[in-house]
């Protein structure tokens, strides 16, 4: 078993053992408590693997999805529609996603030390889709920490493409 394949055992198992009903959005998040929970490691980054089957040769592990929880010191592990809808109404999706990027970075390196090359993807909003800045504070993200671009995978779910505004193809470019 490679030092990937146990990652990303690891990860399966925190991943089922997460809730797996989605929650409504929490009424009672405020803006404090999630500069609090972005600045304080209480965002978690959980991983699900990417496999592809290859015919004959079974399945490989291509990549893997960043996924944030929310650690809440008094409700425990939230799913991302609790807080998510709350970090996009307070305007935190940048800082949300400059955190994401900024763990996945250092599982890279993490990775990169012990051999292992796996992409992370994580999704971006329609709102971050409209923000200009954007390609270039992630960019100077990965080039502070000297690392391949490539590792990281940028992805558009579907509505928000459907919803993205004329600037979308310029911030995707």
């Not at 944030?68 to 425990?76: A, D, T």
């Not at 920490?145 to 509505?159: K, R």
């Not at 493409?161 to 193809?169: E, Q």
Request: charged share 25%; glycine share 6%; net charge negative.
């Amino acid at each position: 078993e490679t030092a990937l394949e146990r990652t990303l055992r690891g990860a399966i198992r925190d991943f089922r053992t997460a809730p797996s009903v989605d929650e409504p959005p929490a009424d009672w998040i405020v803006r404090d408590q999630l500069l609090e929970a972005i600045r304080d490691d209480q965002m978690e980054l959980y991983l699900q693997p990417v496999v592809e089957f290859v015919s004959g040769l079974g399945p490989e592990v291509v990549g893997c999805e960043g996924l944030v929880r929310w650690r809440h010191p008094e409700h425990g592990l939230l799913q991302p529609s609790a807080f998510l809808p709350r970090v996009e109404e307070f305007d935190l999706l940048g800082p949300m996603t400059e955190l994401v990027l900024a763990t996945a970075i250092a599982l890279q390196m993490e990775w990169q030390g012990a051999g292992i090359q796996c992409p992370i993807s994580f999704n971006l909003s329609a709102t971050q889709l409209s923000d200009i800045t954007l390609p270039d504070r992630l960019g100077e993200q990965v080039d502070a920490a000297q690392h391949d671009p490539s590792c990281f995978i940028v992805e558009v779910p579907e509505q928000a493409a459907m919803a993205a505004t004329d600037t979308a193809a310029e911030v995707l470019t």
